[in-house]
């Protein structure tokens, strides 16, 4: 079964071009495409089917993709938001992140780029390349999140395998645990430091000396 797509840009060509890219990948299709933000809502409401993936281009007209991107957290928190846009600037990043987007891409992007970051954002639960990671770790810091929340030891050793390129089920093989447990560490720590993406977790971890 592949995994469901919905392309969110108000430039229609591009949008079309990424949908034919996107065809011939083997494990993702595109369901429908959207001019907006507030095209999408429309869709939802109107019964279209609800994707496992969105990708959506930060600058747009009515509703654009900060905006969008925290609605779709808000409302379908299982949806998986992929930027991809023109735009590489930091406030542009680091907003969309915020806003719940686990991943950012730009448009110029090799399709077998695309491809590879679609399946990482798909097992992962995230992607982000090189240069954006540099983006988040050098804007977000240690005062952007509370320090004084109780980590246990076990969500300490989960912290420091967050900043390395291990899935979370090679995190559970390292930590002799099953990956359901590996799951539950993540979503407590997102919860007690209201956080949404493991970039985020693995800048906590950096900031606060867990990734040592």
Request: aromatic residues 8%.
């Amino acid at each position: 079964m592949k995994k469901t797509i919905v392309i969110v840009d108000d430039h229609i060509l591009i949008a079309k071009a990424l949908e034919g890219i996107i065809g011939n990948f083997s494990e993702f299709e595109v369901i429908y495409v959207c001019e907006s933000g507030k095209d999408l809502i429309q869709k939802f409401e109107e019964g279209n089917t609800i994707p496992e993936i969105i990708l959506m281009d930060v600058s747009m007209p009515i509703m654009d993709g900060f905006e969008t991107a925290a609605w779709v957290t808000k409302n379908h928190p299982d949806i998986k938001v992929m930027a991809l846009s023109m735009q590489g600037d930091d406030n542009s990043v680091i907003k969309m992140i915020k806003n719940g987007a686990k991943g950012y891409l730009l448009k110029n992007t090799h399709p077998k780029d695309l491809e590879i970051a679609l399946t990482r954002l798909n097992t992962d639960g995230f992607f982000y390349p090189d240069w954006a990671s540099k983006i988040i770790f050098s804007n977000l810091n240690k005062n952007d999140i509370e320090t004084t929340v109780k980590i246990s030891e076990r969500e300490k050793e989960f912290l420091k395998y967050t900043v390395t390129e291990l899935s979370y089920k090679e995190i559970a093989d390292r930590m002799c645990c099953s990956p359901r447990t590996v799951e539950s560490y993540r979503d407590q720590l997102c919860e007690k430091l209201d956080l949404k993406t493991r970039v985020g977790l693995a800048v906590f971890a950096i900031k606060n000396g867990f990734a040592n």
